[in-house]
């Protein structure tokens, strides 16, 4: 593939071929822009951008729940030397609080929303009393409706060393980081990709991953148009209430190149095994991208399995490795390979020391999946806590180098700092060994917890649990672990507590309360903690938490605070809403859930919702879907509705 100097240049090279790009927003519900519209609209947005008032170097946040709007909101900036500012919608309060910190850090920035989302922003910032939030969403707000389709915007001159966009795909939500991606960064990592992966024209991709995520944005939208293909885009949301909708269009537009993190597999696999989906055909599919969070071998292998009898080769699963401050992509290996993984001692993981190897089924084993080699134009090495080259073999941590790594953290000189060795080396934050030439990721330095594919920082979390009466940060730690014999991380409360632990209850039903209405995250276990181990200097040791956790030394506590039998169990006088009980018995884990509980504020994940409603609409098909609960929110009211409807 042709190195292109700025992402102008690449749109530019393709806006005559003969392809399209798809937007799925439901089974029936698609929409196809052909790359010439795609320029056309894009420039028509950007005259409208322009009449505004906007000019090259203002920034413009992209803020829309439509991959169509986004896109042409995302081109319009670039073609004009505006800068893209993508940010993920949420419904949670700390999602709409990062979206007005970022509004706060950018110099000149301009929204780009729907009409719906505008007025749900000002009411909380009119809520909140942010005066100056609320100025900026009335005068500097751009609505998809106010765009004049007979405009046409005056295209800017980029240089390979221009800003292309800012990316917040992760970080603290208390204090976002805005990585600088140049347009030397992104054309340099869209051509590595490219051909690390032998992608080519003749390809068709197909993500639900959004594309406020780097490698929904990066690696399915712009490297793959960079390259030519076809490519189609299902709405996240789309695919976390329909996800056998993934496998079923990836059939019918007989995609090539597909990609999911961790739960990807596991949220399609558990309504597969229940539902199936027959005439299945997945032997267009050359790769599944597999990446974003640490890979279960176990759950790639669980995977395979279940594909296999329509077709999936075994070739085809395609463990990666990435970070937003690297653009995204940093290591893949040889397409058509097998993958393959090293088992070894979880206690033998510590930076500058050989790892031992075990046997998978031993008490201590843990499997890590090779990700590959490091694609063109990056440089990685493994150091020890002062900087040193190690050799292969030894454990240690992941720093890398090259022209896809961003050069600065927006508007922080301090984090900048901070986020580089000596000779530009960037620290990745996480851990990992060369075996046979393959980078193998073994852990992270960083405190960060990755549920579902996203990033979230623990003291975010901790400030909010805080909050409780009788609890303050002295009190609370928040971390994410991977148990033996898990398959994805779970997100783990540990808060310090020195009572009886059946007084503890009404603590664990607050945290997953808090945590659940203020975040959308579900938490798998509160544990009490006698004592919060920190370092002479006071620092939390997290890894010390944890490391008691799946050593198994919670394991009493937790017995003892399960509920007890019969608790939870289907107790309403009314048949429909006993038999919903039991339904959400059997997916909200260790929570009860009581026939008048809002569903919406029992701390459950917008995941675990949509499981409850799947398997209501097993039992009564066609009659519930998943925004029906926002009228219907508690099960006496579903059960009511279902009557209704039958």
Sequence with gaps: MELYDTLTGLLAAVRNADREMRFIDGENDESVVRFPELWDRALALLGSLQARGMSPGDELIIFSKSNESFVVAFWAAVLGGIVPVP??????????????????????????????????????????????????LETRTVLMSDVDAASHGELFAATADDTAFIQYSSGSTSDPKGVILTHRNLCTNIRAIAEATHWNEDDRSLSWMPLTHDMGLIGYHLSVLGVGMDHAVMDTNVFVRRPLLWMSKANELRATQLCSPNFGYKHFLKLFQRKGLPDLDLSCVKLVLNGAEPISWELCEEFLAAMAPHGLRRTAMFPVYGLAEATVGVSIPEPGSEYSRITVDRHSLRVGETYRSIEPGEADAVSFVKVGKAIRDVAIRIVDDNDNALEDGIIGNIQLRGDSVTERIYGDEAATEELFAAGDWLRTGDCGVFVDGQLVITGRQKDIIIVN?????????????????????????VAGATPKGGQTEELIAFILYRQAAADFVPVIQQVRDVIGEQTGLEVDHVIPVARIPKTTSGKVQRAKLLQSYIDGEFDAVLDELAPADGVGEATDEDPLVAELQLICRAFAKERSIGSDDNLFEVGVSSITLTEIVLAIDEKYPGKLDISDLFDYPTLREIAAFLKRNT
Aim: charged share 30%; glycine share 6%; net charge negative.
């Design 87 to 136: 940010v993920a919608v949420g419904i949670s309060d700390e999602h709409r609080l990062k979206l007005f910190r970022i509004v706060s850090q950018l110099d000149r920035a301009t929204l780009f929303t729907e009409m719906g989302l505008l007025e749900r922003l000002l009411e909380f910032s009119k809520k909140r009393s942010l005066d100056d939030i609320t100025t900026l």
């Design 453 to 477: 594919g996203q990033n979230y920082y623990p003291h975010d979390i901790e400030e909010i649990v805080a909050r409780l009466d009788g609890l303050d940060l002295n009190k609370v730690v």
